[in-house]
């Protein structure tokens, strides 16, 4: 069993282009959460969704910054119209079908190190 | 101030020291994680504690819901421990996000 899959684990953008962060959950989890970590700081939530829902983006900035979970495929964090300050690691993570509130546990993936220049 | 604070922020001990690293929140939370960072960066859930104490091999949990305190133990501690070592909280109830604290880097000297 896979665990959670994320890529390109190191991608490198000029100012102003688009980054697109794939993330494959777990066989079997239907929840995924993004989050952001900058150089020298704490990780901190950007979005949660379940399969072609977003239920909380209460992380996410406000402009430039779009999550997703299709029906079919990847969750796909996109960023467009990237700047320096987007420079750090993005983590997902997916939870069984019930979520964390239900005593599960949570898994992350190995890390999407986006860095601009 | 942060929601959720760990101390010590940095520790250095010699292979076989018995490691303590403490987590301490301000908010009433549903479970607690203890997350293991390696140093290429790939995250680890080591932990999730709503009450009581967990054990898993060298490695002890503790929580205390009353204090909003946790601690987490590295017994017999071996180089290949060496890590950031994360708390993070789920704070909202039915919410579903976790809150993380900065992290302990614990580095094990031979």
């Known amino acids: 069993n896979a665990g959670v899959m994320q890529n390109p684990r190191h991608l490198v953008r000029r100012r102003g282009q688009e980054a697109r962060l794939r993330c494959s959950p777990m066989k079997g989890h239907s929840h995924v959460y993004w989050y952001r970590q900058l150089p020298e700081e704490g990780l901190k939530f950007m979005v949660y969704?379940?399969?072609?829902?977003?239920?909380?983006e209460s992380g996410m900035p406000k402009e430039r910054f779009s999550a997703e979970f299709p029906k079919e495929g990847p969750s796909i964090l996109r960023i467009q119209q990237v700047v320096r300050g987007d420079s750090a690691a993005y983590f997902c993570?997916?939870?069984?079908?019930?979520?964390?509130?239900?005593?599960?546990?949570?898994?992350f993936g190995e890390g999407s190190w986006l860095t601009v220049v | 101030k942060n929601e959720v604070e760990q101390s010590p922020q940095n520790l250095t001990a010699q292979e076989g020291e018995f490691i303590t690293i403490n987590c301490s929140y301000s908010v009433g939370i549903s479970a607690l994680h203890w997350l293991q960072q390696h140093p290429g960066g790939g995250i680890v859930s080591l932990f999730m504690?709503?009450?009581g104490k967990k054990k898993h091999g060298r490695l002890i949990a503790t929580i205390n819901i009353q204090e909003k305190h946790s601690s987490l133990h590295i017994t017999a501690s071996h180089p290949r421990d060496s890590a950031v070592y994360i708390c993070?909280?789920?704070?909202?109830?039915?919410?579903?996000?976790?809150?993380f604290g900065t992290g302990t880097r614990l580095t094990i000297i031979p």
């Open positions: 504690l709503s009450s």
């Open positions: 969704l379940q399969k072609e829902n977003i239920i909380d």
């Open positions: 993570a997916s939870s069984p079908r019930t979520g964390l509130l239900s005593g599960n546990t949570i898994y």
């Open positions: 993070a909280v789920d704070s909202n109830f039915g919410n579903e996000k976790l809150t």
